[in-house]
């Protein structure tokens, strides 16, 4: 109730701040996403998307390299041997899924495999990500990629749940490499973002554009390397 103007538009802004950058909605999909964006322009408040690109150049934002990012899992498992492979996401995430696809599917062309060897799958059902997994493996599918690491813990639940084995039935690769910052009972192999330094680097940006307003949108594209463990072979 003593909250004045500003500091409830700061108040309104962090939250949505936290709703996009995908800490409480990692999930978070194209129309709310742009949604929220929408508001946080409105506000007149800084503010910076952390690992979203929502299509325009309209906003400040700091991202991992997605497409390089599923470039490296698809050429780690092809060294590996797996010559058919499969992204499994849970939902149609803005711009990453599209980007993390894409550096898939470049690193199967590049080995000279066919598309229809490069499958994407997506669904939230437990059920149906079960058949697609028991599908998968009929076809021969050895090598998977989550598109996060949350959503690659939940699928070695359902492997095992099918009967199969990981990694001698499917290797499986994540993404963000949460086993590198909280502990976790199961590490799997997974793409680091370099979360600490896209921390430091959104500030930065944060810091600029309260400094200089009239500055254009600023985007920070930062490298990923991928963590080996034990989830695949």
Same mark, same amino acid.
């Given at each position: 109730?003593?909250?004045?103007?500003?500091?409830f538009?700061?108040?309104?802004?962090?939250?949505?701040?936290?709703?996009?950058?995908?800490i409480?909605?990692?999930?978070?999909?194209?129309?709310?996403?742009?949604?929220?964006?929408?508001? #946080?322009?409105?506000?007149? /408040?800084p503010?910076?998307?952390?690992? @979203? *690109?929502? !299509?325009?150049? +309209?906003?400040?934002?700091?991202?991992?390299?997605?497409?390089?990012?599923?470039y490296?899992?698809?050429?780690?498992?092809?060294?590996?041997?797996?010559?058919?492979?499969?992204? #499994?996401?849970?939902?149609? /995430?803005?711009?990453?899924?599209?980007? @993390? *696809?894409? !550096?898939?599917? +470049?690193?199967?062309?590049?080995?000279?495999?066919?598309?229809e060897?490069?499958?994407?799958?997506?669904?939230?059902?437990?059920?149906?990500?079960?058949?697609?997994?028991?599908?998968?493996?009929?076809?021969? /599918?050895?090598?998977?990629f989550?598109?996060?690491?949350?959503?690659?813990?939940?699928?070695?639940?359902?492997?095992?749940?099918?009967?199969?084995?990981?990694p001698?039935?499917?290797?499986?690769?994540?993404?963000?490499?949460?086993?590198?910052?909280?502990?976790?009972?199961?590490?799997?192999?997974?793409?680091?973002?370099?979360?600490?330094?896209?921390?430091?680097?959104?500030?930065?940006?944060?810091?600029?554009?309260?400094?200089?307003?009239?500055?254009?949108?600023?985007?920070?594209?930062?490298?990923?390397?991928?963590?080996?463990?034990?989830?695949?072979?």
């Amino acid at each position: 109730a003593n909250l004045n103007k500003d500091e409830f538009q700061i108040g309104v802004a962090a939250k949505q701040f936290i709703d996009l950058a995908g800490i409480k909605s990692p999930g978070l999909s194209s129309a709310p996403a742009i949604a929220l964006a929408e508001q #946080l322009r409105g506000s007149g /408040v800084p503010y910076v998307v952390l690992n @979203r *690109f929502l !299509g325009e150049d +309209r906003d400040d934002c700091v991202l991992c390299d997605e497409e390089n990012g599923g470039y490296l899992v698809g050429r780690h498992l092809i060294e590996a041997g797996h010559r058919k492979l499969a992204m #499994l996401s849970h939902r149609d /995430v803005l711009f990453s899924t599209r980007q @993390r *696809f894409q !550096g898939f599917l +470049r690193a199967g062309r590049e080995a000279g495999l066919p598309d229809e060897n490069m499958i994407y799958g997506q669904s939230t059902d437990p059920e149906e990500i079960i058949r697609f997994l028991k599908r998968w493996k009929a076809e021969g /599918v050895t090598g998977i990629f989550s598109f996060c690491d949350v959503e690659a813990w939940e699928e070695l639940s359902l492997i095992e749940r099918c009967g199969f084995r990981i990694p001698e039935d499917f290797s499986v690769v994540g993404f963000d490499n949460i086993s590198g910052y909280v502990a976790f009972p199961r590490p799997i192999c997974s793409v680091d973002c370099s979360f600490q330094e896209e921390a430091v680097q959104a500030i930065d940006l944060l810091r600029n554009r309260i400094h200089h307003p009239e500055l254009p949108p600023q985007h920070v594209i930062l490298p990923v390397s991928l963590i080996c463990r034990d989830s695949c072979r």
